[in-house]
């Protein structure tokens, strides 16, 4: 199986800009989780989508926002760009099981960069 | 609120040394903890799950409920285990939280 595929992998905006990140799953996968990672807070996760609703959040302010689609891929969005958001941006991908051990599985993140 | 906390930013060892890397976690309900492995240049990956109770190149962890640990343990280190190291704790579904991480070098 093809593994978890993030576009574009790299990425320049300046301040006030917004971005748009994209995210395949693992084909039958339906959950799609999103993280932030900076050298300074390390990893923290952003929102979780399963079957096109949003079921987990993170502590992020409203400019960040998700989507995901019916296939499954997800987009997140973040808007009026900050320079702390300079980040690696993962997606995870998962079956989604509300119960039992859920096994994450890691795309190679959209590297953003804000100037 | 859960929590999970790795002591150490960085531990460096010998080649052939024994190797732990510590991994405490705070959580009111049931955990599920894993351990995530991310080599240079790499993606994250997964190393492994507390519930497999496995062995993967050659490491193991056991959860400790009592000491609210899931310390990652290899015998023998090699050089190509240098890599970053993160514990998770996965606590609703896609949500997991996640240590600072522990980078581990293995000297020749």
């Known amino acids: 199986k093809a593994g978890v595929t993030q576009t574009p992998r790299y990425l320049i905006k300046t301040r006030g800009q917004q971005v748009t990140l994209s995210c395949s799953p693992i084909?039958?996968?339906?959950?799609v989780s999103w993280y932030q990672q900076t050298p300074g807070q390390g990893l923290q996760f952003l929102f979780e989508?399963?079957?096109?609703?949003?079921?987990n959040k993170g502590n992020f302010p409203g400019r960040f926002s998700g989507r995901q689609f019916s296939n499954s891929r997800s987009e997140m969005n973040v808007s009026t760009l900050e320079l702390g958001d300079s980040a690696l941006y993962l997606c995870?991908?998962?079956?989604?099981?509300?119960?039992?051990?859920?096994?994450?599985?890691f795309g190679p993140g959209t590297r953003l960069l804000v100037l | 609120a859960q929590r999970v906390t790795q002591p150490e930013k960085l531990l460096s060892v010998f080649k052939g040394a024994p190797v732990e890397l510590k991994c405490n976690y705070s959580?009111?309900?049931?955990?599920?903890l894993f351990w995530y492995v991310q080599y240079s240049r790499q993606r994250l990956q997964l190393l492994l799950r507390?519930?497999s109770r496995e062995s993967i190149k050659g490491f193991t962890a056991d959860l400790n409920k009592g000491e609210t640990s899931f310390h990652l343990k290899k015998p023998f280190a090699q050089e190509e285990d240098s890599a970053m190291y993160y514990c998770?704790?996965?606590?609703?579904?896609?949500?997991?939280?996640f240590g600072d991480g522990t980078t581990l070098t293995v000297k020749p």
């Open positions: 995870a991908s998962s079956l989604g099981r509300t119960s039992g051990v859920v096994t994450q599985y």
């Open positions: 084909s039958g996968h339906r959950s």
């Open positions: 989508y399963f079957s096109e609703t949003q079921r």
């Open positions: 959580y009111s309900g049931s955990p599920e």
């Open positions: 507390h519930i």
């Open positions: 998770a704790l996965n606590t609703n579904a896609g949500k997991s939280t």
